[in-house]
C-alpha cells in the first residue's frame, strides 16, 4: 500500500477544521464535498441518506451538481439496484462501513457483463467507486460515493485516508444533528412546559450555568438526584472535562436521559426506551419490514434460516404480537418515536 504523504495527512486535517468550524445545522455542503474531491480524486462526490426500510431519500448532496443526473429508471427499479443488486450497499447493509471499491468485488471485466453496469453504471459513466459510510440502522444511512470514469481506479492510499476520516465524519454528522435539535429547543423557550421532554442548558465561559430551562431542571432533577441545587452534577462535569464527543447517556427504568453539547449549551433529552430488541432481532425485522421472506433474510445476513426463525419468536415475545406484519408495524412506530437516528452512533 502507497503510504499517504505529509501533504496528504495535511490536507485531511484541513478538511476536518474546516468541517467542524462552519458550525451550520447542515453536515455536509457541496463546498466540503468538494474539500472531499480533493482529497481523493474523483468525478463526482455524493453524500446520501436513506431510510432502506420505506425506500425514501431522506437527503441527497452531490457535488458538483449536476441536474440531468437522474437516470431513466421507476422509483422500484432504483431501489432494487440499492437493496439488492449494488456490490457496495450490500456490503454496508451487512455491517462493514469501512472504505471500499467497486474493484473489490468485480473486476472490469466482470463488472461489464452485469445489468447493473448496463442500467446504472455506465449511463452515469461511472467505471470505478469508492463508499465510506457512518455507521448507522438501516432506517438512516449516511454514505459517502466517490465516482470515477475512465480508466484510473481508486487506489489504497484513498481508501487509507478515508478510513482515518471516517470517526471525523460521524461527530461532524453528530454535532449538526445536536445543533439542529439546539436550535428547535431554543425556539420553544418562550413557551415551554416543565414536562417537556427536552431541555436547556446555556454555560457561561467557565461552564457555570447562566440559565437553565425548567425542564432541564426536572431531568437533571430526576436523573441526578444527588445534585446540588444550582450546579451541574458531578457526573456530567466530569463528561464536559473529558471533552468526549459522546453523548452522555443515564438510564431509569425505562426512562433514557441523553444529554448534549454544543455551542455554548447542552441539549437533555428524556426518551422512553420500551421494549429493548438486540441489535440483530431489530436487523431482522427491518428486512421483515421491506417484505423479505426467512430465506431471503437469512442469505442477505449470512444466517441459517431456522436462526431467522428463532429471531423472530423472540421479537414477537417481546412485542407481544403474533404476526409478521404486526411485528414489522410495531418497528416501523418505534422508527418514528426515535426520531429516524436510533442507534445510528452506537449510543
Not at 223 to 237: D, I, K, M, V
Amino acid at each position: 500500500m502507497a503510504a499517504p504523504t505529509r501533504g496528504d495527512l495535511e490536507q485531511l486535517l484541513h478538511f476536518i477544521a474546516e468541517a467542524e468550524s462552519i458550525g451550520g445545522d447542515q453536515p455536509f455542503t457541496p463546498d466540503l464535498l468538494a474539500e472531499l474531491g480533493r482529497l481523493v480524486p474523483a468525478d463526482f462526490v455524493t453524500y446520501s441518506e436513506l431510510d432502506r426500510v420505506r425506500r425514501r431519500t431522506l437527503l441527497k448532496v452531490v457535488w458538483p451538481d449536476d441536474e440531468d443526473d437522474d437516470l431513466e429508471l421507476d422509483d422500484e427499479m432504483r431501489w432494487r439496484v440499492l437493496l439488492e443488486e449494488h456490490p457496495l450497499c450490500l456490503r454496508q447493509q451487512e455491517g462493514h462501513f469501512g472504505a471500499f471499491k467497486l474493484s473489490d468485488f468485480l473486476t472490469q471485466r466482470e463488472l461489464r457483463r452485469t445489468w447493473i453496469y448496463d442500467n446504472w453504471f455506465a449511463p452515469q459513466d461511472v467505471e470505478y467507486l469508492l463508499e465510506v459510510s457512518i455507521p448507522s440502522p438501516f432506517w438512516h444511512t449516511k454514505a459517502f460515493l466517490f465516482d470515477r470514469g475512465g480508466r484510473r481506479d481508486f487506489t489504497e492510499r484513498d481508501r487509507f485516508l478515508l478510513d482515518l476520516l471516517q470517526p471525523h465524519l460521524a461527530r461532524i454528522w453528530l454535532a449538526a444533528k445536536t445543533r439542529r435539535l439546539l436550535s428547535s429547543a431554543l425556539a420553544q423557550l418562550d413557551r415551554v412546559d416543565e414536562h417537556d421532554a427536552r431541555g436547556v442548558i446555556l454555560l457561561g465561559l467557565g461552564g457555570e450555568v447562566e440559565f437553565a430551562s425548567p425542564p432541564s431542571e426536572r431531568l437533571l432533577h430526576e436523573f441526578f438526584p444527588a445534585r446540588s441545587e444550582g450546579r451541574l452534577p458531578a457526573a456530567l462535569l466530569e463528561w464536559l472535562e473529558s471533552g468526549d464527543p459522546k453523548p452522555l447517556i443515564r438510564r431509569r427504568g425505562e426512562r433514557r436521559l441523553t444529554v448534549q453539547q454544543a455551542d455554548g449549551a447542552l441539549l437533555l433529552e428524556e426518551r422512553h426506551e420500551g421494549i429493548e430488541l438486540t441489535a440483530r432481532e431489530r436487523e431482522v425485522l427491518a428486512w421483515v419490514a421491506r417484505g423479505k421472506t426467512n430465506p431471503e433474510i437469512a442469505r442477505l445476513l449470512w444466517l441459517a434460516p431456522s436462526t431467522v426463525g428463532k429471531h423472530l419468536e423472540n421479537v414477537y415475545a417481546k412485542l407481544g404480537v403474533k404476526t409478521r406484519t404486526a411485528a414489522a408495524a410495531r418497528f416501523l412506530g418505534s422508527i418514528d418515536v426515535e426520531g429516524g437516528d436510533g442507534e445510528s452512533l452506537g449510543s
